[in-house]
């Protein structure tokens, strides 16, 4: 799947998966911030997020491990967006589409 096709829609969830202290040095704008190690106790939050979920982390690590955590709870719509670096990059490329 384009994720900058996805980025360009409407109603898409962007969430970062780092720890605390990474986030507050610099995110996506618009992102919710969840770490990795509270997805599956915040499953419900997500389950509540608008669809699609694109996640990032700082090296696309992570926000894989997120990504299949929420898909194996029955989330299927969402995707892994990499790094922040790749995410900042696709979010201009989606910005341009």
């Given at each position: 799947m384009n994720i900058a096709r996805i980025l360009n829609q409407?109603?898409?969830?962007?969430?970062d998966v780092r720890e605390y202290i990474e986030y507050i040095?610099?995110?996506?704008?618009?992102?919710?911030h969840i770490p990795l190690r509270k997805v599956m106790s915040r499953i419900e939050?997500?389950?509540n997020m608008s669809?699609?979920?694109v996640v990032y982390c700082r090296s696309g690590n992570r926000s894989e491990q997120?990504?299949?955590l929420?898909?194996?709870?029955?989330?299927?719509e969402v995707y892994n967006?990499?790094?922040?670096?790749?995410m900042k990059y696709l979010m201009k490329?989606?910005?341009q589409v």
């Open positions: 409407e109603n898409t969830t962007i969430v040095m610099g995110h996506i704008d618009g992102s919710r939050d997500f389950r669809t699609p979920i997120a990504k299949l929420l898909q194996a709870s029955g989330i299927k967006g990499g790094g922040i670096d790749e490329a989606a910005s």
